[in-house]
């Protein structure tokens, strides 16, 4: 799979014609991220540059779709005036994990769709499918997964002390976890916004002692909040997918989340509809639509994207989750879990290197 680093490598080919330097040593190329088979650029040119804009996306676009496993380039536009890579005051440079390969990061436009549950059981998946994986709820407003997987009473442990503080993740069912929820009083109303809110995810992001992992999983707060900008801000997101449920009508919340994504150059991975059809427990054959159909795909299909799965309503689901067991462990052959277990591989085969 084509890197970030080999796409930058030959995207420093395309040169300034006045000083001949090449676009991502000025930082008028940046952000370069490789999300297969799209590629998204940032272009920040400075205004004396404009008459080069169309020569050098022209230029960027030839040269990533010659990778062969690249099929879209999608270029976004910084107004702000591009700054030398080695000024400052550039935008926040992004800072990869240690150890970490890929990072996910699951998003509802919403509270309630099933975003948690989502995130809990991909995690439990990929950890069944025997790679390693680590969850970060970063739902800082209701961080639910410690319960979800029946960890809401543990304690992490500290190794070090003041700046070289490390918080060691909750192990259970094969996933490393960190959550708000283990920090907080439960009941307590977190208030946290803006520059705490982003000093507190770069901690869950950083000051972890997360090991060497093939995926972290991030929960992120529903909506457009901090969380999302400190996050896409802070470290290089693989891909991240948008939860919805199928109806149409609601899909605003959803559709403004995606274009937020889109804005922050997060690659998207996808779209999961969640509560697809009812699948009542004595009637296993019988499924209703009781939440209507079609906005996942629509969702879908308006950007160019991937429906990645469609999870059922099972009453286990609840049960199981409501026990701290999620289903995709307790039981793997209903069809919540079949889709989870497909979701999983799906993930697994798109970062495959
Ligand atoms: P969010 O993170 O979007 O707020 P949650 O994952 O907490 O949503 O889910 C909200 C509620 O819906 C929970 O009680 C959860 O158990 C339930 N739920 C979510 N997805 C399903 C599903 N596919 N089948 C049955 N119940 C579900």
Redesign the pocket.
């Known amino acids: 799979m084509t890197t970030v680093q080999e796409a930058n490598h030959a995207l420093s080919k395309i040169l300034d014609t006045g000083s001949q330097k090449n676009v991502i040593e000025l930082g008028w190329i940046k952000n370069v991220r490789v999300a297969v088979p799209r590629s998204i650029i940032t272009l920040a040119l400075p205004t004396y540059a404009n008459s080069q804009r169309d020569r050098i996306v022209q230029e960027a676009r030839k040269i990533l779709l010659n990778f062969p496993d690249i099929e879209d380039v999608q270029i976004e536009l910084d107004n702000s005036a591009a700054q030398s890579n080695n000024d400052e005051s550039n935008s926040p440079q992004l800072q990869s994990i240690k150890g970490i390969k890929q990072v996910i990061a699951v998003s509802?436009g919403k509270?309630?769709?099933?975003?948690?549950?989502?995130a809990v059981n991909l995690a439990c998946s990929l950890a069944k499918l025997g790679l390693k994986t680590g969850l970060l709820d970063a739902?800082i407003y209701?961080p639910?997964t410690p319960s979800m997987l029946g960890v809401a009473d543990e304690n992490p442990k500290v190794n070090g002390s003041g700046n070289d503080q490390r918080l060691i993740p909750i192990v259970k069912f094969g996933i490393s976890i960190v959550s708000m929820g283990f920090l907080i009083e439960e009941g307590q109303p977190v208030i946290w916004r803006g520059p705490m809110l982003n000093s507190i995810i770069r901690q869950f992001l950083y000051q972890v002692e997360w090991n060497d992992l093939d995926f972290l999983i991030i929960?992120l707060p529903?909506g457009t909040g901090d969380a999302q900008i400190s996050l896409a801000q802070s470290v290089p997101i693989g891909g991240a997918i948008i939860?919805t449920t199928p109806q149409k009508v609601s899909l605003q919340d959803s559709r403004r989340g995606l274009a937020m994504f889109k804005q922050l150059g997060v690659p998207l991975l996808g779209v999961v509809e969640?509560?697809s059809v009812f699948i009542p427990p004595d009637q296993p054959d019988k499924t209703y639509e009781i939440f209507g159909n079609g906005g996942g795909q629509l969702l879908a299909e308006e950007n160019q994207l991937p429906l990645l799965a469609k999870?059922?309503?099972?009453?286990p689901?609840?049960r199981e989750?409501?026990l701290g067991i999620p289903i995709a462990i307790s039981d793997p052959n209903t069809k919540?879990s079949i889709k989870f277990k497909e979701l999983a591989s799906l993930i697994q085969n798109k970062f495959k290197s």
């Open positions: 509802s509270g309630g769709v099933g975003k948690s549950t989502i739902d209701g639910n929960d529903p939860v969640n509560m999870i059922p309503i099972e009453m689901v609840v989750s409501n919540s």
